[in-house]
C-alpha cells in the first residue's frame, strides 16, 4: 500500500498506475481537440487515476463520495477508453451532457464528469441522487475543478 507522501499527495494506492506522461496528455487533448485544465493534466501527470484506501474521497459540500478516479492507464479505469466511448457515443454515454467525459466513479458506479470544452471548462458533473418523482440527470457539482483539491485534504 502506497503511502501518502510528497511522491503520492492524493493516497491513491494502486500499485500499477505511473504518472501520465506529457505525451499521453498531448495524445488526449488531440483526440478531444481542446486543452485539459491545468490542474487536471497536473493530477494525471502526478497520480494518473486510481483508488484510495478506507472507501474514497467524500466531498460533502458537494455531496459526492469518489471511488475511483480514471487515468491514462491502459486498464479497467482507462480515461482515453472512456473518451473513446463517448466520442463514439456508443450507448450509456449519448446522454451525458455536451463536451463531458467521463473522469472517475463514485461507489455504487455513478459517473463523475468534467467538462473539457465551452464555458464551463472544468466544471465538474454526476447524476442526480433519485428522489421520489425526479428524473435522473446530470447535476453541476462545481464550477471548475478545484472540489478534487477538497478531496484530496480528506484523510
Not at 484506501?53 to 478516479?69: A, K, L
Request: aromatic share 8%; proline share 7%; with cysteine.
Amino acid at each position: 500500500m502506497k503511502k501518502v507522501g510528497r511522491n503520492n499527495p492524493f493516497g491513491v494506492t494502486d500499485g500499477r498506475a505511473k504518472p501520465a506522461t506529457e505525451a499521453q496528455v498531448a495524445r488526449l487533448e488531440k483526440r478531444l481537440g481542446a486543452r485539459l485544465p491545468e490542474d487536471y493534466r497536473r493530477f494525471l501527470m502526478t497520480i494518473n487515476g486510481g483508488r484510495r484506501p478506507g472507501g474514497g474521497w467524500e466531498v460533502p459540500e458537494h455531496d459526492v463520495f469518489i471511488d475511483t478516479f480514471y487515468g491514462l492507464r491502459g486498464d479497467f479505469y482507462d480515461l482515453a477508453d472512456a473518451v473513446a466511448r463517448v466520442l463514439r457515443r456508443e450507448p450509456g454515454t449519448t446522454h451525458l451532457p455536451p463536451n463531458a467525459i467521463p473522469i472517475g466513479s463514485e461507489l455504487g458506479g455513478t459517473r463523475i464528469l468534467m467538462k473539457y470544452r465551452g464555458e464551463a471548462v472544468g466544471s465538474i458533473w454526476c447524476k442526480a441522487r433519485r428522489t421520489s418523482g425526479s428524473r435522473n440527470r446530470p447535476r453541476g457539482v462545481t464550477k471548475s475543478s478545484r472540489c478534487w483539491r477538497i478531496a484530496w485534504r480528506h484523510p
